[in-house]
């Protein structure tokens, strides 16, 4: 101890973590650092002559760690970050089919996985770049915004419709996100690029296009019509309500049917969304 050697020793953990190779280690885990151990067995052996490391001084190391942004999710997705070395902190699916359980990975420096209730969040260093990414885990809305360390909020999207298996990917750069991707069914086919609020103008434009790729004539016509109906009302949906829960019962009825599973919980989701505006 620092009271053994009657001097004070500092130990720069951030400078550690800032290598390719090192684990992102944190004060749970500190003492299975190699680095610290050796060290400790060092000044056991021998105090007079601890070990020369570019990790340890006698004066406290300057600043307090990188300036820190988190990125929140709200509601039902999986989120995760990757630097451009490869490295990932997030959250993750289980490789066991059928897991209800969640692998959370933290391997970029200076970086950890937060919850609070629904908030799923990723603490990341600002000044680095890192690509964003959301996985949808069930149906709804989600909400995706960043943070700064003076509690200032750098950006934001809102009313992202999400399906199990949904794709949104985005970049994080000065902890301000960047346009985000998203593919709405997990296709690898990117439905619509955003740069914010996701509006009923956009709710509308994916719907009308998710009705346009069903391959059944008799089934497409039929929501095309009553999808015209309700896009003469898209400045006041509740008029739009019959025609929207008569699409509901069509999508659902031909679900897994003429209307492939995936498709149909998209062009649900995005009813449901237009539903919840009124």
Known sequence: SSAYLNTATYFNLAELNKG?????????????????SSYIQGLLTNPSSPIASPYFSSTTPEGSGPRLVLVGAHSPVLISA???????????????????LFI???????SSVLFAGEGKYLSLPEDV????????????????DTVNA??????????IPVVAGSIAETTLQDGAVGTLTLDIDGNGVADMDMDGTFSVADTLKLLKERIAGIS?????NRLVALYRQAERYARDIRRAGKMLADMEKIVRSQSGRTIPQAS?????????DLKNRR
Do not use: M, W
């Open 129 to 144: 770049p890192f690509t964003i990414k959301l996985v949808g885990t069930g149906s709804g809305t989600v909400t995706l």
């Open 264 to 272: 149909a919980s998209a062009i649900l989701i995005l009813i449901q």
């Open 104 to 110: 959370i990975k933290d391997e970029i420096p200076d």
């Open 216 to 220: 059944s004539l008799a089934v497409r």
């Open 82 to 100: 990757t630097d451009s070395a490869g490295r990932t902190t997030g959250i993750f699916p289980s490789p066991d089919s059928g897991s209800d």
């Open 150 to 159: 003076d509690g200032e909020t750098l950006s934001s999207y809102e009313n």
């Open 20 to 36: 390719f190779f090192t684990k992102n280690y944190d004060h749970a885990d500190i003492l299975s650092s190699s680095v610290l």
